[in-house]
């Protein structure tokens, strides 16, 4: 009979003793703790590549009781807003041996809670929403409590709800962008606006103040709402700006909720002949990577979302270490208005 051409197991052992080391101190650079000096967390990894270790993770969970997984839930996976924050919450998690698990809600409350269920059922130590929910009442939230599953809240804030948010000012975006069209010389000026969340009502707010400001009217019909500013963003704002151009008194500026339904918006005007920022000024929310490759590069406030993924994977593990027993934070973000050729020739 053949002999085994089975390799032998590196262990964390083997790492430790080469390096005249403890193995608390390999085990302490796996998970990423911050009071190891960073020459040995170099020799250790190095070591580790040069070994090929592999870490049995079946192992560490059974002695640790964590499962080394966060999962992250957004609306939608093809928006670039969430793309930049899951790509950012990965960048932190990584180094620290967490891998991220994702999954979209689609702007569905149900399917949000059967997809929070299935994390759950994983036993992740920690999940990242960006909630569909309309109050704090969910069931899925008092379940991720009795399970004392610790979550953060990106984006969207659920007024009531004791957990930990990070995001932006939605009042101070919708504010700030109105005010630059205000300057700009725009005087009737119309807001598509995004489904019934916390980041949309919040720069309705901000339009409407904006505007009162100025003692500029803002008619009924000049405000437009589309059911998803995310992946069907675009299509909303085209159809919602139709309507606002089929009206007797056209706006001369628009507000979007976000960069999508601004170029839908951007869409409808050059068909119908329109000449921006001339005819009519836009701006949108979101700051694309894109928005300056446009064939008018799109005006549009940066909502910093990489730091946003940054902050909300830190509140995460902190959680996570401290048994989720950390008083709720609430953090907010600054955000920046980028001007471009959209708003102002």
């Known amino acids: ?186 005087r009737s000026i119309a807001h598509i606006g995004g489904p019934s969340v916390s980041t949309a009502e919040g720069r309705l707010r901000g339009f409407r103040k904006a505007l009162a400001e100025s003692k500029l009217e803002v008619p009924m019909q000049f405000v437009e709402r589309v059911d998803s500013g995310d992946d069907r963003g675009e299509e909303g704002g085209y159809k919602a700006m139709l309507t606002l151009l089929s009206m007797k008194t056209r706006p001369d500026g628009v507000f979007c909720y976000n960069d999508e339904t601004a170029i839908g918006a951007l869409r409808a005007a050059f068909e119908a002949g329109l000449e921006v920022p001339a005819d009519l000024a836009v701006i949108g929310v979101g700051n694309m990577r894109f928005s300056d490759l446009l064939r008018v590069p799109l005006s549009s406030i940066d909502q910093n979302s990489q730091l946003i993924g940054d902050r909300a994977a830190r509140i995460a593990l902190q959680l996570i270490e401290a048994g989720g027993a950390i008083a709720p934070e609430s953090v907010l973000l600054p955000v920046k208005l980028i001007q471009r050729e959209s708003s102002s020739g």
Do not use: W
């Open 1 to 186: 009979m053949a002999k085994s051409s089975k390799k032998s197991v590196v262990r964390m052992k083997d790492i430790a003793r080469d390096l005249g080391v403890s193995v608390v101190t390999v085990s302490k650079v796996l998970r990423g703790h911050d009071d190891i000096s960073p020459a040995t967390r170099d020799r250790v990894l190095e070591r580790m590549r040069e070994l090929n270790y592999k870490p049995n993770l079946a192992a560490r969970s059974l002695v640790t009781g964590r499962s080394y997984m966060v999962g992250l839930v957004v609306p939608d996976l093809l928006h670039p807003f969430f793309a930049e924050i899951a790509k950012m919450v990965t960048h932190i998690l990584r180094p620290r041996g967490y891998c991220l698990v994702i999954a979209s809600s689609e702007e569905n409350p149900e399917l949000e809670v059967s997809e929070i269920e299935a994390l759950l059922a994983r036993q992740v130590d920690a999940i990242i929403l960006a909630s569909v929910q309309a109050s704090a009442q969910s069931p899925v939230f008092k379940c991720m409590d009795q399970l004392e599953t610790p979550y953060v809240l990106i984006d969207r804030n659920i007024p009531g709800l004791k957990a930990s948010f990070v995001g932006v000012d939605d009042e101070h975006i919708g504010y700030l962008a109105t005010r630059h069209l205000i300057e700009h010389r725009c």
